[in-house]
């Protein structure tokens, strides 16, 4: 087996797997932030972006492979939620609170298993998000307009229902697909 910084491949791959499970859980988080009125306008920016980010064709990994297509996109949530550490949230529910600062601190498993160079590029790329426009709307947009809050939340819903566990058969293989897709897209 190969190792990653002391840990095997499949270690972090099980890990980046379990990601997946509290997904909703942490799209909660991400909405609440995005609703609280006094977090500061950069976080509610990323959260935008985070959510915006799962509703986007333009993947740094397409959904659609296999086994690693959602992996981009639990990276994407953590590495933004340890963007918006340091700034103000707001008084946010407890739940969204403990599931921000959660993923915050798992962000360090990606950076673990990238390299540094690597996760700085991701970490640059999740900060250009929150100025990117996604079927129409900007993370900016998304904070002064609940109908497009709430037309975001439905599509949220949709694409939580259409997507399928992960299997990974060949963690190695899903470690070489998952770094070279980043490597390629994070110029």
């Not at 972006?49 to 297509?69: F, H, T």
């Not at 739940?95 to 915050?104: H, T, W, Y």
């Not at 997507?163 to 998952?178: F, G, N, Q, T, W």
Request: aromatic share 6%.
């Amino acid at each position: 087996m190969t190792h990653t910084k002391g840990r095997l491949v499949s270690e972090y791959i099980d890990t980046f797997k379990g990601w997946a499970e509290p997904i909703r859980q942490d799209l909660e988080a991400f909405k609440a932030l995005l609703e609280s009125p006094k977090a500061d306008e950069y976080s509610k920016k990323l959260a935008g972006a985070a959510l915006l980010y799962m509703v986007s064709r333009m993947d740094l990994i397409p959904d659609w492979n296999e086994g690693i297509g959602v992996i981009d996109d639990v990276m994407i949530l953590r590495v933004s939620a340890q963007l918006s550490q340091g700034h103000e949230r707001g008084a946010l529910p407890t739940s969204a609170e403990v599931s921000l600062d959660r993923m915050a601190n798992e962000a360090d498993e990606i950076k673990a298993f990238l390299g540094a160079t690597l996760y700085d590029k991701l970490k640059a790329y999740c900060a250009k998000l929150s100025d990117t426009t996604v079927r129409g709307r900007t993370p900016i947009q998304l904070v002064g307009d609940a109908a497009m809050r709430k037309a975001l939340a439905i599509e949220l819903d949709d694409e939580l229902k259409r997507s399928v566990p992960m299997v990974i058969a060949d963690p190695k293989d899903a470690e070489l697909r998952l770094k070279a897709y980043l490597t390629h897209k994070l110029q």
